[in-house]
C-alpha cells in the first residue's frame, strides 16, 4: 500500500478508540493500562516473527532476512514514546469524561498544527506548501466540529466542556510529541540497502507499548486513580480496543512513518475525529450539531487538500530512494538474493 494509504487505513481503525474506551467505563489509568496489556502479548509474536528469516516476496526463489534488533538508543527512545502515551491516554479518558468521544477526540486532533511546527523546529522539516493552504481549512473544522460557533441553545456535550477543552490541548501536545519520538525510533539515522529492506515494525511499537504499560501503572498509582480490577465486559471492551487501536491500528501507522513527512503523519490521522464523531453518533448517541457535521467535512477537505501536493525531500530519504533504486536495477533479470 501506499504509505499515504496505509495511515489513512490505520487512522480509520484508531477512530474506534474513544467509543471503546467509554464503553469500558473504567477509570483513566486502568483503560490505558488494559489497552496496552492485552496488546503487549500480540505485539511481541509479531516483533518476533519479523526478526526470522522467511521467503521472500520478490524475484526467485531467494530467501529475505529478519529484521535485525533495535539498537539500544531507538529502543528506549520507543519505551519513553510509550510513556508518553500512557499520560496522553489517561488526560485524553477525562477529556472524554467531560465533552464525549466525539469532541474529546477531535479537540485532541489539533496535534496536526504542533507536529508541523515541532518538526519544522527540531527536524527541520520544512512544511510543505498543501499542508500549509490546508491548515487554516482544518482549523475552520476543527472550530465547527468542536461546537465552538455553535449559538445558545444549540446541543453541547459534556458536564464541563471549557475543562475539557483544556484537557484536549494537553491530549494534542502530548500526542504531537509521541508521534514525534515513535517516528524518530522507527526511522534510522542512515540507510544502507540492508536497512531499506529489513526495518523493524512491530519492534518500536511493541517497546513503546511496554512502556505505556508502565507508564500507566506509575502515574495510576500517583494519580490515586490506579483502582480495582474491570468487570468481565469492561475486559472485553479493552481486549478490542487493544487489538483495534494498539496492534491494528498503530501496526498500519507505524508501517509508513518513516516514508512521510512529520506533518503529513499529522494531516492524515485527522480522519480519526472524523471517524470518531460518526461512531459515537451512532454507538453513544451523540448528536452533532449541523455546523459540527459541516465542520467534518471540511476536516476532511483539508486531509484532501494536505496530501494533494508533493512532500518535500528529506535527507535520509533522498539516500535511500537511490539505493533502493539501485538495488532494483542490479537485480533486474537475476534472482534476488538475500540481502
Not at 73 to 98: P, T, Y
Not at 201 to 230: C, I, K, N, R
Amino acid at each position: 500500500m501506499p504509505p499515504t494509504a496505509t495511515v489513512a487505513a490505520g487512522a480509520v481503525c484508531i477512530s474506534s478508540t474513544a467509543v471503546l474506551m467509554r464503553l469500558a467505563a473504567t477509570s483513566a489509568s486502568i483503560t490505558a493500562f488494559g489497552r496496552c496489556l492485552f496488546a503487549l502479548p500480540v505485539l511481541g509474536v509479531l516483533a518476533w516473527l519479523e526478526r526470522r528469516p522467511g521467503h521472500g516476496s520478490g524475484h526467485g526463489s531467494g530467501r529475505r532476512q529478519g529484521a535485525p534488533p533495535m539498537p539500544s538508543r531507538r529502543r528506549w527512545l520507543a519505551r519513553l514514546a510509550g510513556v508518553v502515551l500512557a499520560a496522553d491516554l489517561i488526560v485524553w479518558d477525562h477529556a472524554i469524561a467531560e465533552i464525549g468521544a466525539g469532541l474529546g477526540t477531535v479537540v485532541g486532533n489539533l496535534e496536526v498544527l504542533i507536529i508541523s511546527v515541532l518538526a519544522w523546529v527540531i527536524l527541520g522539516e520544512r512544511p510543505r506548501r498543501s499542508l500549509v493552504l490546508a491548515s487554516p481549512v482544518m482549523l475552520a473544522g476543527l472550530v465547527l466540529v468542536g461546537g465552538l460557533a455553535d449559538g445558545e441553545g444549540s446541543q453541547t456535550y459534556g458536564a464541563d466542556p471549557g475543562l475539557g477543552v483544556l484537557y484536549g490541548i494537553g491530549v494534542a501536545v502530548l500526542y504531537a510529541v509521541y508521534i514525534l519520538m515513535l517516528r524518530q525510533a522507527t526511522s534510522p539515522p542512515g540507510w544502507s540497502a540492508e536497512t531499506a529492506s529489513r526495518v523493524a515494525v512491530a519492534a518500536p511499537l511493541f517497546e513503546a507499548t511496554a512502556g505505556a504499560t508502565a507508564g500507566s501503572v506509575v502515574l495510576g498509582l500517583a494519580l490515586g486513580d490506579f483502582h480495582h480490577g474491570p468487570t468481565w465486559a469492561a475486559l472485553g471492551w479493552l481486549a478490542l480496543l487493544a487489538l483495534t487501536s494498539q496492534v491494528i491500528g498503530w501496526l498500519l501507522i507505524t508501517v509508513a512513518m518513516p516514508r512521510l513527512a512529520a506533518g503529513m503523519i499529522g494531516a492524515l490521522l485527522l480522519i480519526q475525529p472524523a471517524g470518531s464523531v460518526a461512531l459515537s453518533y451512532l454507538f453513544l448517541g451523540e448528536r452533532p450539531s449541523p455546523l459540527q457535521l459541516a465542520g467534518v467535512v471540511l476536516m476532511l477537505a483539508g486531509v484532501v487538500i494536505a496530501v494533494s501536493g508533493r512532500a518535500p525531500a528529506v535527507p535520509y530519504e533522498r539516500r535511500r530512494t537511490r539505493i533502493i533504486r539501485h538495488a532494483s536495477a542490479s537485480s533486474t533479470g537475476s534472482s534476488a538474493k538475500s540481502p
